[in-house]
């Protein structure tokens, strides 16, 4: 799935918003999510990421984020029943894409998700994915499995599970208690990208071994190399390997040095010099 996209900045020609949607074609299959408060603003721009070719959209009713709270997008929705009805509603005739529709329990101690999962099954909508916190938590505490379960007796689409997914352990934990067609897994990725592969192999049964540390991040740098523009891979980079690095035994003072590089090719050099010696010790 693709980063999350203001309906807005898409519908008025943002290239920001138009470089977050590129993909490659061995992505496949792949959704776009949207973000936005205005029936018309999303529905235009659900016509584009159709034209653009994606497989399918998410619709983002679970972000907590201020910035999009504040324009009443993202999990503002959630307070909103009837207006993130009209939203989905215009999105639904509007494309013929796959459509799904993520959200959370609700705000504070009103948990409305059930309402909503009927209303996306009422409006023809192919999955609801459930991020079992509220609003109000934000990314803390525990995610609510068992809210899930609840979701997914009381429909006929299909439900994903999203939250608390860190290994693969813990995605078959999951899959078990609750039944869930589905696991949309987000920021344990970013710490350990292999958690897909891992997840997978421990849902069949199989022994998993993490690919070595600097195996990773070395191919990371090299694909970044095949795909992005100088401009785009440094932030992106920086960003990454500092999570990438946070539970590397020693970790604090390589953490400092990427995070004083200021371009592509000392952040590069920094890393290949820093784990081809590891590679080779």
Same mark, same amino acid.
């Given at each position: 799935?693709?980063?999350?996209?203001?309906?807005?900045?898409?519908?008025? /020609? #943002?290239?920001?918003?138009?470089?977050?949607?590129?993909? =490659?074609?061995?992505?496949?299959?792949?959704?776009?999510?949207?973000?936005? *408060?205005?029936? =018309?603003?999303?529905?235009?721009?659900? %016509? %584009? &990421?159709?034209?653009? /070719?994606?497989?399918?959209?998410?619709?983002?009713?679970?972000?907590?984020?201020?910035?999009?709270?504040? &324009?009443?997008?993202? *999990?503002?929705?959630? $307070?909103? +029943?009837?207006?993130?009805?009209? &939203?989905?509603?215009?999105?639904?005739?509007?494309?013929?894409?796959?459509?799904?529709?993520?959200?959370?329990?609700?705000?504070?101690?009103?948990?409305?998700?059930?309402? =909503?999962?009927?209303?996306?099954?009422?409006?023809?909508?192919?999955?609801?994915? @459930?991020?079992?916190?509220?609003? *109000?938590? /934000?990314?803390?505490? %525990? !995610?609510?499995?068992?809210? &899930? /379960?609840?979701?997914?007796?009381?429909?006929?689409?299909?439900?994903?599970?999203?939250?608390?997914?860190?290994?693969?352990?813990?995605?078959?934990?999951?899959?078990?208690?609750?039944?869930?067609?589905?696991?949309?897994? #987000?920021?344990?990725?970013?710490?350990?990208?292999?958690? =897909?592969?891992?997840?997978?192999?421990?849902?069949?049964?199989? $022994?998993?071994?993490?690919?070595? @540390?600097?195996?990773?991040?070395?191919?990371?740098?090299? +694909?970044?190399?095949?795909?992005?523009?100088?401009?785009?891979?440094?932030? *992106?980079?920086?960003?990454?390997?500092?999570?990438?690095?946070?539970?590397?035994?020693?970790?604090?003072?390589?953490?400092?040095?990427?995070? !004083?590089?200021?371009?592509?090719?000392?952040?590069?050099? +920094?890393?290949?010099?820093?784990?081809?010696?590891?590679?080779?010790?």
């Amino acid at each position: 799935m693709q980063g999350l996209v203001s309906a807005e900045g898409l519908s008025r /020609g #943002g290239s920001k918003s138009e470089r977050l949607l590129r993909f =490659f074609p061995q992505e496949r299959p792949i959704f776009a999510q949207l973000f936005g *408060a205005s029936p =018309f603003a999303m529905a235009a721009a659900a %016509q %584009q &990421v159709e034209a653009m /070719g994606f497989d399918g959209l998410d619709l983002n009713f679970g972000c907590p984020e201020k910035k999009i709270l504040r &324009v009443g997008a993202g *999990a503002a929705l959630m $307070a909103d +029943l009837n207006k993130a009805e009209a &939203v989905v509603g215009a999105v639904r005739r509007s494309v013929k894409l796959m459509l799904t529709m993520k959200i959370r329990l609700g705000w504070e101690n009103q948990r409305t998700f059930l309402q =909503f999962g009927r209303m996306a099954e009422d409006l023809g909508l192919d999955a609801v994915i @459930l991020h079992p916190r509220t609003v *109000a938590q /934000g990314f803390s505490g %525990q !995610a609510d499995w068992d809210a &899930v /379960g609840q979701l997914k007796h009381a429909m006929d689409i299909p439900v994903v599970a999203s939250g608390d997914v860190r290994d693969g352990e813990s995605y078959r934990q999951l899959i078990t208690r609750t039944g869930c067609d589905s696991v949309l897994i #987000g920021r344990s990725a970013l710490r350990r990208p292999w958690v =897909f592969e891992e997840s997978l192999a421990c849902g069949r049964g199989e $022994a998993f071994q993490p690919p070595a @540390l600097p195996e990773v991040v070395l191919r990371y740098l090299a +694909l970044l190399e095949e795909t992005e523009s100088e401009e785009d891979r440094f932030p *992106a980079a920086r960003l990454h390997l500092l999570q990438f690095l946070h539970d590397l035994p020693h970790a604090a003072a390589l953490r400092a040095k990427v995070g !004083a590089c200021h371009r592509w090719s000392a952040l590069k050099d +920094l890393m290949e010099t820093q784990f081809s010696r590891l590679e080779a010790s």
